[in-house]
């Protein structure tokens, strides 16, 4: 695990001078800092409580082996108690369509659980320069997730006025998650 931990100093918010060298680099645009903004990583509730409890977990961690993030993710996951099987995220568009159709609240819960696999990633990335690769796999996972979820929701409200900008903030979060771990 790296040495250097970055968190957010409550007075400042999220912030580059509070967030890791790398994380600065690879996130870049000013969004990624925005506590508003709903299609950033960190600024919906899910995104802004994982990373808050991801912080919380990071300085709770006894010295010597590396944090097993993943862990988090899961435990936190199962925390929310939202009744989204484990593996929709790589089920197919007819699985999850089918899945979505069964009750009203699917759409939300699954946009939740995406939310929080995005912000864990771009979390630990924030907090430490990188992002492990069972980690970096689901946050991949759910940005596609997220964009089919852009599909369907624009077939249902063809006249979103947030799509395209919703659209465009997942392939700027999947371009950056590609950078994280570059040299």
């Not at 580059?16 to 299609?39: I, L």
């Not at 924030?126 to 997220?146: E, M, N, W, Y």
């Not at 369907?152 to 919703?166: I, L, N, T």
């Not at 997942?170 to 950078?179: P, R, S, T």
Request: contains cysteine; aromatic residues 10%.
């Amino acid at each position: 695990m790296p040495t250097s931990l970055y968190f957010d100093d409550p007075d400042e918010g999220l912030s580059p001078s509070t967030s890791h060298p790398v994380f600065v680099r690879v996130a870049a645009d000013d969004f990624y800092y925005d506590c508003g903004d709903d299609f950033s990583p960190f600024g919906n509730d899910d995104g802004s409580d994982t990373l808050a409890a991801l912080q919380d977990w990071y300085q709770e961690q006894a010295g010597g082996k590396p944090p097993q993030v993943m862990v988090f993710l899961r435990q936190h996951l199962s925390d929310w108690d939202l009744p989204v099987p484990e593996d929709m995220l790589s089920r197919d568009e007819a699985a999850k369509a089918q899945w979505l159709a069964q009750d009203d609240m699917h759409h939300r819960y699954l946009q939740s659980v995406c939310r929080a696999r995005v912000a864990v990633a771009f979390g630990q990335l924030k907090i430490a320069g990188a992002i492990d690769a069972d980690v970096q796999q689901q946050a991949r996972l759910a940005l596609a997730c997220q964009q089919w979820l852009n599909q369907v929701a624009r077939r249902q409200y063809p006249d979103w006025e947030y799509a395209d900008q919703d659209s465009q903030r997942l392939a700027l979060m999947h371009g950056a998650l590609e950078h994280a771990n570059a040299p």
